[in-house]
Structure formats: C-alpha cells, structure tokens
C-alpha cells in the first residue's frame, strides 16, 4: 500500500525559508515521479515541483530560483527546500505520486507566509 506523509510546513514571515518532507512507504522514490503541489485557498491544487526518476526536475515559473525539490534514496523520502517565501507561497502542500492507474497523496502540510 502506498503511502506518503507530508511534513515542515508551519508559519514563517515573508523572506524566510522552510524545508518540506514527503516520507514515502509501499513505492521507492528512485523508481517513480514524485511531485510536490500546492492549493492555495479556494483555489486549485496546482503543480510546484517534481523529481523524476532519472533526478530530472521541473518547477512551475512562480517558484524557480526559491524551492528546490531532492531526494533521499536511503531514506525513501523527497524534500522541497523553499527560500524567499513570500504570501502568495501560502497553502496547502501535498505529495503526490503515481503507481499503476491511481494517484496517491499525502494528507497535505500547511504553510502560511506572513508579511
């Protein structure tokens, strides 16, 4: 069964940094796209970053140069190292993953940026 479990998001003021976590069971992360998203409130959950397979990246515009997706092969887990947050970063962050036909998700970490 798989499973992933989002964590450090929290509250930081605009300008700072958080590192998220997303601690993957049932799937390795080397072997699948692993991709972190965001839904801010009342909108859509919309893509932020993922890790590929073959460590090839990709970020959406809004957040290219300030997060930072890796991986941790030993310990089956996928940061986002976020830097300059800013309000417009606030959300919900969710880990996503995708294994024979059906999405997974994480339960999802909040993170408020203050001015």
């Known amino acids: 069964q798989v499973q992933l479990v989002e964590s450090g998001g929290g509250l930081v003021q605009a300008g700072g940094s958080l590192r998220l976590s997303c601690v993957a069971s049932?799937?390795?992360?080397?072997?699948?796209?692993v991709g972190w998203y965001r839904q801010a409130p009342g909108k859509e959950r919309n893509l932020v970053a993922e890790?590929?397979?073959?460590?090839?990246?990709i970020y959406d515009a809004s957040v290219k140069g300030r997060f930072t997706i890796s991986r941790d092969n030993a310990k089956n887990t996928v940061y986002l190292q976020m830097n300059s947050l800013a309000p417009e970063d606030t959300g919900i962050f969710f880990c996503?993953?995708?294994?024979?036909?059906?999405?997974?998700w994480g339960q999802g970490t909040q993170v408020t940026v203050s001015l």
């Open positions: 996503n993953t995708w294994l024979s036909g059906t999405d997974y």
């Open positions: 049932g799937i390795t992360v080397t072997d699948r796209t």
């Open positions: 890790i590929r397979s073959n460590r090839d990246t």
